[in-house]
């Protein structure tokens, strides 16, 4: 296993593996971005070039193995305050994760994790979280904080065993190609 810096040349890569962890709310989002006839996941590589912004290149890390991209890592510093603005100003769907990214104000924010299928199983998620806790104390986060939905059962459980705990959950709005019902649970970790 190999771990590095993001470059704007895994853009796709970046795209592909925040609509994954994003439980396919990236996309949509994207699409309603998109010009007529453009492919909602174009504007996310997109997205992922930019200098700035939360889903930018220079916030992930790319974990390879043999070569190959296997999975990625999306953290970043939550701001202390954190300023939610006017919550009516966000999509319905938004909404509930600001409030919950809000709880956490201060602490390192592991915004998505994802591995690629043919990858699972191989310490991947591990290895990208375990890499998140060492970026939260070089950063002396307040801090580990994530958000997950209540129905991926897979990533609840890694997330326990690695000794996150559940603070606070909002309902989640259901949208085209997502999951149907369940919370967005807020789950956080000292990073010692």
């Known amino acids: 296993m190999n771990v590095r810096n993001a470059t704007k040349e895994d853009a796709e890569h970046l795209a592909f593996l925040i609509n994954l962890a994003g439980e396919k709310l990236p996309q ?13 996941m174009s504007v996310g590589a997109l997205r992922a070039v930019r200098e700035e912004g939360a889903f930018s290149y220079r916030n992930a890390r790319i974990l390879e193995i043999d070569g190959a991209v296997a999975g990625m890592l999306l953290s970043y510093l939550l701001p202390d305050p954190y300023d939610t603005g006017e919550l ?22 592991i915004n998505a994790i994802a591995t690629y299928p043919n990858f699972r199983g191989r310490g991947v998620a591990s290895t990208l979280m375990s890499l998140g806790e060492e970026m939260a104390r ?18 609840h459980g890694l997330y326990v065993k690695l000794g996150y ?28």
């Open 138 to 155: 070089d950063a002396h986060a307040s801090g580990l904080s994530l958000i997950v939905a209540s129905e991926n059962k897979v990533a």
């Open 165 to 192: 705990q559940e603070i606070e959950s909002r309902p989640l709005v259901s949208f085209p190609g997502g999951p149907d019902g369940g919370e967005w649970l807020l789950m956080v970790k000292n990073p010692n």
């Open 28 to 40: 949509l989002l994207w699409g309603q971005r998109a010009e007529s006839g453009q492919d909602p």
């Open 88 to 109: 009516d100003d966000y999509p319905a769907v938004i909404r509930p994760l600001v409030e919950l990214e809000a709880k956490a104000p201060g602490s390192w924010y």
